[in-house]
Each structure stands twice: as C-alpha cells, then as structure tokens.
C-alpha cells in the first residue's frame, strides 16, 4: 500500500462539508469521507503548530513529549510516524514542513544553525520539498515567473488574493508533490503539509471571493467580562489573538478562512487525480487531519489558544482502500494521538512503548470495543514569558503553573488551570460552553476523569522492564 499523509494547519473540525458545514465547499475531502471513515469527533491534542504536530507525530500527549511551545525543541529518541514508516520499508518524503526543533543534546555544537529556529524536519523524514517559515522556495518560484513578491511568507501571502491561485502557496507544493510522483514505483509514503486554512486570512485568486461575507455568519459571543477566566480575559486583549470587534471585519475574517479551505480542496483534487492516473487510488492509504483548531471569532478570539474546543476539535478523515466500512462517522472521541498506533496498525508495525494513544483499527473496521468516553488537550502558555525571563526571575515554578488540561465528554467539559483554578461546563444544558456547571458532583467527576487520564498516561516506555538476569530473550528489539 502506499500512504499519504496529509495534515491541513488550523484547519477546524466543522468547516468542511461532509462534517455538516452548510456553505463551505469542499468535494475533495468529501469524497474521502465517503470512501473513508470520517472522525466525527476527532481533537489535537496541543496549540500552537509545534506542540500540536509533536502529539499528532510521537502519538504521546504533551505532558509526555513537553514540546510546549513554537521553539520548545522534541526531546531526542521518540520514536514517530516517519520512524515507523522506515521499519515498515518505506521511505517517508516531506513535502512542507513538521515544526520540529532539534534537542539541543544531539546538536553538533552551539553554532549549530538547527538550533537558530524551530521549523525543523521530523527525524525520520527524506525531504521531497522543505518549505521553511520564510516559504523560500514558493518565493523563488514566484519571483522566477515575474511577481514582485518579499521574503517572508507574511508579505508574500498576504499578496495571494492578488494572484492567481495557480501559483498559490498551496498550488506550488501539490506541483512539487506530483512532480515527485511521477517518478516513483509503487509503494510511496508521502507526507503532505499544506500550511492552509493557516492565516493570514487571504484567500488565493478568486477563492478570496468565493464566499460572501454576508452568509458566512457570525461566531459564538463570549460571555460578559465578569463570568470570564482571566486568560480568557487576557487573551481577548492581545491584538493577535482577538477577534474584530465589528461586524464586517468579522464576516471578512470568517469568508476569507473558507475561502483557504476552498482553494487547499481544489488543489488535493489534483492530487488524487495524479494518482488516480497512475491507477494506485485504491492501494493508496489516506490519512487527512490537523495539528489544531482556529477560534474564528468564536468567544471573542481568533487564532489557536486556550481551552475552547474550535481551537482543538480538528478534522480527521482515514480511507484505507482494504477497509470494507466506508461513508461511516465514528461518534466517538478520537485523538490526535492515536494517528501512530493507527498507522502501525495498518503497516504491520509493532506500536511504540512511548505511545499514548491507541490504533483506532476497531473502530474503522466497525467492531465492538471498549473506548474512551472523553478527549483530552493542553495548553501551555510560558512562551509569553520565556523570552522576556530576566536575571532576576522569581522563579521557574511560575513558569510551570501556565499552563491547563482539559477534558471533554458528553455532558461536561472540565478545565483544569496550573493555578489551581478552574472552570466545568454543562454541555447538556448549553453545548456552547458559556454556561458553567453549579452541581458539585458534576464537577468533582470533571476532576476526577482529569486527573485518572493524567495517571493513566504518565510516561511508560521503560516502565514494564525490570533489570534481571531473566530478562533475555524477552525484551522487543524497538526497546
């Protein structure tokens, strides 16, 4: 089989139209779902890009991995799915970028430029096209065919509504994507890391027009100040994270969001229809998810931050030609995490020790098991004051309260502060989280389910071993 493995950044788990959207317009992912299994509830477990692509690529939880923020390096020695496709007997090829830091332990020196930024390759991974922060080789490209564009994706972005969307940000890669495939044999692992919906929010060419502001409605409103958790309150004071505050600077935001999903829609056609050509669709593997959610306007934000759930409940879509249940919706919460237990299922790969999720192979196949009843993310926020620390810094415990956990079930969603504060949602009562639950019960079993998770999935990857002179022959080569 060969697989593609494609992650589409911010993308949010309602946006599409299979998941129910009713404007956006999406016939490629679609059409996935229907020869798929759709994650009906699927979640990241991390925010921002690099804590959210460390859970989804180790299959281990932050408070595991401890990559907490953009710069915070992936310790070395994880295994993750790049490692795991090279047992299988692949040679898994990038095509964008995995956000990565390289652990400064393994680092060849201080001068070592690895260590200069955070946008690293994924171990484990051979490079088809590395698209760094900056987008260099999509400016190069451009300003070969006559654009006037800067260095620095911002600028060049920005100018997408401007252009045609033939030689979108997006339009580039799936061109170094089919180019790259054409010369291959069966048997392929790609990896196809499209930065789109991820703002800013320009829409390329003419799908910056797609959609009227004046359908796209408008988002949750947040609750009134003195109902508001401080971070919440802090959040929507930072102009990077608040959303407009009028109308239709909101409706333009939200229009020109769908107008990305669009245009990365548009351009995955083209690659299924590459490999349509080459008759591989049906032994194709096809893996389509997100490293986290967008806000949108929702209570306020915008961007990924905090404990609201747009920022974490993602799209997944999984179509493994083999698997006979297709156009299904599994209900049940699915994580981020479970991705590498996935995929070593599918490829006959033994699942790391590290792993804290779990093959979702049953559940795709429609079988009975037992499964969890909550999703669990984090968010870590000390980046806001890592880079400020001064010689007379109080202490690090400061910097290890900021940070929550959050669990998130049927009927309640608990969210647990490093403070020690907190905050339980009754989900029943208002599905929008702006109505807080006053039943102690409820609350004491938010905080009990919290609390079991984190037990349950303390790190364990040399836990079962025991040092012994009976321990030969019995411990697996991947230890």
Request: with cysteine; hydrophobic share 35%; net charge negative.
């Amino acid at each position: 089989m060969n697989v593609l493995f494609i992650t589409l950044d911010q993308f949010r788990g309602d946006a599409y139209g299979a998941a129910g959207h009713p404007l956006v317009k999406t016939p490629t992912l679609d059409r996935i779902a229907r020869e798929g299994v759709r994650l009906g509830r699927h979640y990241s477990q991390a925010a921002p890009c690099s804590p959210g692509r460390a859970a989804l690529y180790t299959g281990t939880y932050q408070m595991n991995n401890r990559v907490v923020a953009n710069g915070s390096p992936l310790a070395d020695g994880f295994e993750n799915v790049a490692t795991v496709a090279r047992l299988a007997g692949y040679d898994p090829t990038l095509f964008g970028y995995t956000d990565q830091g390289i652990d400064p332990r393994v680092a060849q020196g201080a001068d070592d430029p690895r260590l200069d930024n955070y946008d690293g390759i994924l171990p484990g991974f051979s490079v088809g096209c590395y698209m760094q922060e900056s987008q260099g080789p999509w400016v190069q490209w451009l300003r070969e065919k006559g654009y006037d564009v800067e260095s620095g994706w911002h600028p060049a972005a920005l100018g997408e509504p401007d252009r045609p969307s033939e030689v979108s940000l997006t339009a580039f890669l799936t061109g170094r994507f089919t180019t790259w495939l054409s010369r291959q044999d069966t048997g392929w692992f790609a990896h196809l890391s499209y930065l789109r919906p991820h703002p800013p929010y320009a829409a390329a060419g003419t799908f910056s027009s797609m959609y009227d502001p004046a359908d796209v409605g408008l988002p949750i409103r947040p609750v009134d100040r003195e109902f508001r958790h401080p971070l919440h309150d802090l959040s929507m004071s930072f102009e990077a994270s608040a959303a407009p505050t009028d109308e239709a600077s909101m409706r333009y935001m939200r229009a020109q969001y769908f107008g990305m999903i669009s245009e990365v829609d548009s351009q995955l056609a083209n690659v299924v229809s590459a490999i349509e050509e080459r008759g591989e669709w049906n032994d194709t593997i096809v893996i389509v998810t997100s490293d986290h959610g967008e806000q949108l306007g929702d209570h306020g934000l915008k961007e990924k931050l905090a404990f609201f759930p747009q920022s974490y409940n993602i799209l997944g879509l999984w179509r493994d030609p083999r698997n006979e249940r297709r156009g299904v919706a599994i209900d049940k919460f699915t994580e981020n995490v479970d991705v590498l237990a996935t995929l070593c299922d599918a490829l006959g790969v033994d699942i790391p020790a590290q792993t804290d999720g779990r093959s979702l192979g049953p559940l795709l196949r429609g079988e009975e098991t037992s499964w969890r009843t909550c999703a669990h993310y984090e968010w870590d926020w000390r980046f806001f004051f890592i880079g400020s620390r001064a010689e007379n810094w109080p202490n690090d415990r400061f910097l290890s309260l900021q940070n929550l956990a959050v669990s998130v079930g049927d009927d309640t969603a608990y969210v647990q502060f490093g403070d020690g504060s907190f905050k339980c949602f009754d989900l029943a009562t208002d599905p929008t989280w702006r109505t807080e639950s006053k039943d102690p019960s409820q609350i004491l079993r938010g905080a009990q389910e919290l609390l079991v998770w984190r037990q349950e999935h303390l790190r364990r990857d040399q836990t079962d071993l025991l040092l012994s002179p009976k321990r030969k022959g019995r411990w697996p080569i991947s230890v």
